[in-house]
């Protein structure tokens, strides 16, 4: 069956620009979750959705990030005012209720220039 | 302190060999515990869950000591396809909030 999909899977943006990052998660997951992976670094939480609801977002690192899931099932990663420091592998998860798997989509390599 | 500590490796193995990753986490309230294998380039993919009695699945054994805090994964008869980065990861709050140590960098050798 179709796993997490994320889009675009590479993006360079120039530093100061604005982008947004797309994940479509596993139907029926309720879970979703955000994560930034800088190279040779694991995984670092960015924020958590339970449907439409944020119920930690506390991993964000400023408020140029921000996160939707409006609808409960597609959600998007905005983040404003690129900074160089922003680049790095951004991960979306997403997992059915109750059970601990995270199943994580290809992630989009982001590159500030 | 980082919440979750590995040995970044690299390891580099012979076919056959056995091989042990350690991991420490600094909560000791943290709930749940896992391992995932993240290939080069790739996501993560969950590789087993860690449990206090211990588990086994295969050529793969999952160890946990809650009072050293203190997790192991021990891959026994390695193989070219166990080549991968090997994360460690803790479930703090037991809300699915993970938190992944930097990964041990395994390679196989034939």
């Known amino acids: 069956g179709a796993g997490v999909s994320q889009s675009p899977r590479y993006k360079v943006a120039k530093r100061g620009q604005d982008v947004a990052l797309r994940c479509d998660p596993i139907?029926?997951?309720?879970?979703l979750f955000w994560y930034q992976q800088a190279l040779g670094q694991g995984p670092e939480f960015l924020t958590y959705f339970q449907n439409e609801a944020q119920l930690d977002k506390s991993g964000l690192p400023s408020d140029r990030f921000f996160a939707e899931r409006p609808e409960g099932s597609v959600s998007t990663l905005k983040i404003q005012r690129t900074q160089q420091e922003d680049s790095a592998v951004y991960l979306c998860?997403?997992?059915?209720?109750?059970?601990?798997?995270?199943?994580f989509g290809p992630g989009t390599r982001l590159t500030v220039t | 302190r980082k919440e979750v500590e590995q040995d970044p490796g690299p390891f580099n193995v012979p076919e056959g060999a056995t091989v042990a990753f350690n991991c420490t986490y600094s909560?000791?309230?943290?709930?749940?515990f896992f391992w995932y294998r993240q290939d080069c380039r790739k996501e993560p993919k969950l590789l087993m869950s860690v449990y206090s009695s211990g588990n086994e699945d295969g050529r793969f054994t999952a160890q946990l000591n809650r009072a050293s805090q203190y997790i192991s994964l021990l891959i026994r008869d390695s193989k070219l396809s166990d080549s991968a980065t090997y994360l460690c990861?803790?479930?703090?709050?037991?809300?699915?909030?993970?938190?992944f140590g930097t990964g041990t960098r395994l390679t196989v050798i034939p």
């Open positions: 909560n000791s309230a943290s709930q749940s």
């Open positions: 990861v803790v479930d703090r709050t037991g809300a699915n909030n993970l938190f």
């Open positions: 998860a997403s997992s059915p209720e109750g059970l601990y798997e995270q199943y």
């Open positions: 139907s029926g997951h309720v879970s």
